[in-house]
């Protein structure tokens, strides 16, 4: 009875287990691939929120690899605070994205080399809150947001947006702290310059207790070496770009913005490409107007200008309405001083085709330029890319670039150049202004001799570079006799001519590191440096010998004997400052000039006489 209740019981229980079996089963293996889809959907939406992180690093020109690199030192102290993988997790995400509110920032901000205003500074702090709420909708199975929210606060309340302190500030957010700062201190940044990893343990101690949570530090400090090594490792093996993208040719290969790494194009190199353009343009203009010069203008242009145009070598040509040539005022790199040497008529050479057409050339022969001054000199630049500068509707110039390689220069280079010139034509323009109303300003419109300012300006550095290495310095103070007899017998502008050939006869006989200045009227001033008594006697008498011997006709047929009176002083022996020397060489210059009016040898310059058939030949 009992053994057929039995049977009974499991034949109509059989199907019953057999079907909770086969429930359970398919239940587990329903759950598993809900889980194996949850995990994918996890990884996608974090393989997503990566690839926009990192689109963000790429465009970001000031500290590039930076959120790679706080993710690795983030993660680092979380596991060595002990935290669960799941925490871990969430720091390296808010690691990863701590800097994603920067979208909301001007770059012209983000990029700024020196300190920033009130309300500059105002609109970066927004960046903390922006990012928390870009990422607050995105269902992360753990805390991100208010890492991202919080990573600006300091452990002393000063921090922002909302002036947490210490324990109130999550633990994640203190850690994002601590390795941001320290990245920034190790990296090269607009308004600081990279310094060592122990200099910047030095500041992160400093700040301990203050700015920063000091456990954090501390922990920090101890495993920073192994996560240095681990970032330095990984940058090995991923380096990253910091100048321009090569650039690619062949078929099917695309050319510049469109970089390969390992022969595979990259988005994110693109993307670098793009904002490295507006970033390199933006530091030109930044750059420009800083310099009033020509030469130096140039000179920062130039080393801005290589981070969107390589270059072998780069030119600036000024054009002159007078004698319509192309004159060369700046040169750099590979043959820069054979193309400094340069002078194009317009239509002549490269630079003047560009010149006479006002349109750029691309991958023309740089050697044009050196063959049309009929010269044979051998040059290593192969390929040149010319751009007119025009300012207003007036044309002022080109800017060249050069390179060693052939057919090196493309579409995007002359649309990269054309965009500099655009900015550099009004800065180089008033660069030239600035030259000649400098010029203006030092120099003696009539004879040519820089004036009375420029020469106390020379003399003061001359009498302190004498004083420091203990030498000497000569003053030579000339006088033309006999002046105002030529302006009275003569007229004024045959006393202007008259001061002309002497100024002419003065700059040619003295070194070309010392100087000739119209002093006033009829009066020169010659300084010489490092020389003495005996070389400022000799000097002084070969100048009056080289005015004697000038053949000066005041008018066709009559010369007039020309002649100066010098007197000489000398730094340090005759006078300490150049108001003693000046008037020293004066005492002794009219002692000399008193000495010539009672020498019978001498004629008059008022008097003058016929000119014979050699002196004519010689005038």
Known sequence: MNQWLLTGLL?????????????CRGFRVRLDNERTQARQMAELHLATIEALALAI???????????????????GVARALGMTEHEVQGIRTAALLHDIGKLAVPEHILAKPGPLTPEEFQKVRIHPQVGADIIAGVPFPYPVAPLILSHHERWDGRGYPAGLK??????????????????????????????????????????????????????????MPELRTEVEKAELEAPVRRGPLPIHRGEGVRSIGAATLDGKASVFDDIALA??????????????GTSLGV?????????????????????LFLYSE?????????????????????????????????????RPLVNARPSADIEAMNSDAPTDLQSALVCPLIFGERFIGTLAVYHTEPSFYRDDHRRLLDRVCEQAAAVIHNSIVFEQTQEDSLTDPLTGLPNTRFMFMHLTRELARAERLKSEVSLLVMDLNDFKEINDNHGHHIGDKALRAVAEVLRAAIRPYDICVRYAG???????????????????????????????????????PLSISAGAAVFPHDGDSYESLLAKADSRMYRDKSLRKHDPARQLAAGGDPLDADDHQAV
């Not at 994002?176 to 320290?182: G, Q």
């Not at 310059?193 to 501390?218: E, F, M, R, S, T």
């Not at 040539?325 to 317009?346: H, K, M, P, V, Y």
């Open 11 to 23: 034949l109509v229980s059989a199907p019953t287990l057999f079907f909770v079996f086969r429930f």
């Open 57 to 75: 690093d790429a465009k970001d020109q000031t500290a590039p690899n930076h959120i790679r690199r706080v993710q690795t030192y983030a993660t």
């Open 166 to 223: 210490q324990e109130e500030i999550p633990l994640g957010a203190r850690i994002l702290c601590v390795v941001d700062y320290f990245d920034a201190l190790t990296s090269d940044r607009p308004y600081h310059k990279a310094i060592g990893c122990d200099a910047a343990l030095a500041i992160l101690q400093q700040d301990a207790g203050k700015a920063l949570d000091p456990h954090i530090v501390n922990v920090f400090a101890r495993v």
């Open 275 to 288: 904002h490295r353009e507006i970033y390199a343009l933006y530091q030109i203009a930044q750059t420009m």
């Open 295 to 315: 030469a130096d203008t140039m000179a920062l242009i130039a080393s801005k200008l290589t981070n969107l145009v390589p270059f072998s070598a780069c030119a």
């Open 322 to 358: 007078q004698s319509d040539t192309l004159n060369c005022r700046f040169a750099t790199g590979i043959d820069s001083e054979l193309i400094q040497q340069l002078t194009l008529r317009n239509g002549q050479g490269l630079t003047g085709w560009v010149a006479r057409n006002k």
């Open 522 to 560: 009829d009066e020169f001033i010659v300084v010489l440096s490092g020389c003495g008594h005996e070389e400022a006697e000799n000097k002084r008498v070969e100048l009056q010998e080289a005015i004697d011997a000038l053949r000066f006709e005041a008018r066709p047929g009559y010369r007039l």
